[in-house]
T-cell receptor, first 114, second 114 residues
């Protein structure tokens, strides 16, 4: 069963605009963590943001915020004030407390245009 | 602090040859993960270790793949014999603990099997 679903293969956004990248997940664990990673064309995996299942506040890291809706099992990434350097693949991932595995979604390719 | 170090960065080999990929995790990290990334299948978890012990190898595609972690500072992923469908980027990642700790990724090994 697919544990992490990213339904947007590609997204476009204009520079300086905000963009939301969707992620839904499926788990029966009460304790889990949700992560977003960025992979630019150079190939490295860059950690962006983390949300724990017991965290009541949405996580924020600079221009990145995670819109965590536990009942809907969604963990959308919001990038504010997009920059050209934000063009990359973005992966949502989940780490279940019971297994410690980190499982990735299929990714969303974001392109920021001037 | 040096990050996760993978070698080689690129490997080109012929079908049927043995391939060994190497990984040095960040010192003090108890968990080590091996992932494979392809266009078709995205990022797949192959195997992960905790304190040098393999915990879950359910993602290893078949018996041709094997992974070892003889000590806390070194792990190998071996493919024998290699096949063209093994061509992919192989990532190693480490993290200090379970739960909400992010994974630190190496730069990956680009494997091409001709």
């Amino acid at each position: 069963a697919q544990k992490i679903t990213q339904t947007q293969p590609g997204m476009f956004v204009q520079e300086k605009e905000a963009v939301t990248l969707d992620c839904t997940y499926d788990t029966s664990d009460q304790s889990y963590g949700l992560f977003w990673y960025k992979q630019p064309s150079s190939g490295e995996m860059i950690f962006l943001i983390y949300q724990g299942s017991y965290d009541e506040q949405n996580a924020t890291e600079g221009r990145y915020s995670l819109n965590f809706q536990k009942a809907r099992k969604s963990a959308n990434l919001v990038i504010s004030a997009s920059q050209l350097g934000d063009s990359a693949m973005y992966f949502c991932a989940m780490r279940e407390g019971a297994t410690d595995k980190l499982i990735f979604g299929t990714g969303t390719r974001l392109q920021v245009f001037p | 602090d040096a990050g996760v170090i993978q070698s080689p960065r690129h490997e080109v080999t012929e079908m049927g040859q043995e391939v060994t990929l190497r990984c040095k995790p960040i010192s003090g990290h108890d968990y080590l993960f091996w992932y494979r990334q392809t266009m078709m299948r995205g990022l797949e978890l192959l195997i992960y270790f905790n304190n040098n012990v393999p915990i879950d190898d359910s993602g290893m595609p078949e018996d041709r793949f094997s992974a070892k972690m003889p000590n806390a500072s070194f792990s190998t992923l071996k493919i024998q014999p290699s096949e063209p469908r093994d061509s992919a980027v192989y990532f190693c990642a480490s993290t200090p603990t379970g739960g909400g700790e992010k994974l630190f990724f190496g730069s990956g090994t680009q494997l091409s099997v001709l």
